[in-house]
């Protein structure tokens, strides 16, 4: 390698030879600096990586969670992550109980927005067998897209099909039971279970065209449901944390979990 510049033609030859060792030297340097810190980052920098032996390891997990929202937010390819603002999806469907008192509600070709938007607060691993807990809040989350209504809502019967909006903010706890596979001579995990549970703080809900459009009737049922959410949720909490939980599963959980083996995702 050959550093000499053209200020070296009236330096004597010595001093140029030097000043070339002492710009590879700090090329090397530099260069270990560069891979020190590319150790540090998970894949192209978008999480931090926690230490497995790091006394603070569920601070870490917090700051390496809330250091990737902007990342999350226009999606991670390399780790298999689509952009969460907004995140799409074909079909999220709420099904609940039968005959006269079954709901049937399902959002197709849906929008979610604000799922980067969020502040964890709580996290806690453990290894082996690994499970994973964490709490994130959320101001601001909306659902749109074309629904189909179809049954009752606390004894209202509701139907109709047209667009909707379903805006909220909650606490919400992630519990996630973990297995591990091998693959390729890394070891994976894959997500057995992963549930939602959420502290729901306000909601706002508006059906368009319920009651193929009957203004009067539509006006009552949203009113009715935006009074009413909180015995709604009391009710239907539980399928639609199921419903939610699974669309994040499939969409973001899983195929993150399919790409980075352990190896990546934590330090020894
Ligand atoms: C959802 O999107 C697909 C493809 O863009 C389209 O064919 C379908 O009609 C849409 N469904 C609804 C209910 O809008
Ligand atoms: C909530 O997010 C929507 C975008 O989905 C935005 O239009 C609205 O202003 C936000 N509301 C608050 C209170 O931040």
Not at 118 to 124: E, M, Y
Not at 146 to 173: A, H, K, Q
Not at 215 to 226: E, H
Not at 236 to 247: E, H, I, K, Q, R
């Amino acid at each position: 390698m050959h550093f000499k510049d053209r200020n070296c033609f009236w330096l004597v030859g010595l001093w140029c030879e030097m000043r070339s060792a002492l710009v590879l030297a700090l090329a090397l340097a530099l260069g270990q600096v560069a891979m020190a810190s590319s150790e540090e980052t998970l894949l192209g920098g978008a999480f931090k990586v926690c230490s497995r032996s790091d006394p603070q390891l569920e601070q870490c997990i917090l700051d390496s969670l809330n250091g990737a929202r902007d990342k999350l937010a226009t999606g991670i390819p390399e780790l298999g992550i689509p952009s969460l603002e907004p995140l799409r999806g074909t079909e999220i469907q709420l099904r609940e109980g039968e005959e006269d008192f079954h709901l049937q509600l399902v959002l197709r070709n849906f929008s979610w927005i604000g799922l980067s938007d969020f502040i964890a607060t709580k996290a806690r691993i453990q290894f082996s067998p690994p499970y994973l807990e964490f709490v994130t809040t959320f101001n601001n989350m909306s659902l749109t897209g074309p629904y189909e209504f179809g049954g009752s809502v606390l004894m209202l019967r509701i139907n109709g099909n047209g667009d909707s909006y379903l805006n909220w903010g909650s606490t919400l706890t992630h519990r996630l039971r973990l297995e591990e596979e091998q693959r390729g001579g890394e070891v994976y995990w894959r997500a057995a279970e992963y549930s939602w549970q959420q502290d729901v703080a306000h909601v706002r809900i508006h059906f368009k065209n319920l009651f193929r459009g009957n203004k009067r009737l539509g006006l009552y049922a949203n009113q009715f449901l935006n009074r009413n959410w909180r015995p709604a949720y009391a009710v239907y909490g539980p399928v639609a944390n199921n419903a939610l939980a699974d669309t994040i599963k499939r969409l973001v959980l899983d195929p993150f979990l399919a790409r980075v083996p352990v190896s990546k995702m934590f330090a020894p």
